[in-house]
């Protein structure tokens, strides 16, 4: 079962704390400081990930298992490690970016 973590908006400001993330080449704010669960992502030129990723709002969900969450699914990004204990994937659903979390047990 999914169950709704953040959403993830593109923008080309600077926004107040952000975090760089130098493998993707993306600053990120910390959704968990916003009270609606908003995570802005700038990206900088070079950027591997989807342009879809990059340029549409995303819903990221946790989910318990990620195999099973990617069964079927029309995979953006395979699965990889994004911190101790969390592993992230991109989907595209319904036309928009979908980011699967899963976080160690």
Known sequence: MRK???FGVPTLEKQAKENYAEGMKV???DYSESPNKIEFLRFEEGSWLPEIIQKVPHIAYEVPDMEAALEGAEV???PLRAGD???IAFI???GIPVELMCFDK
């Open 76 to 78: 953006l990004v395979e």
């Open 27 to 29: 600053h990120l704010t």
């Open 92 to 94: 595209k659903e319904e």
């Open 85 to 87: 204990n969390l592993t």
């Open 4 to 6: 709704i973590n953040h």
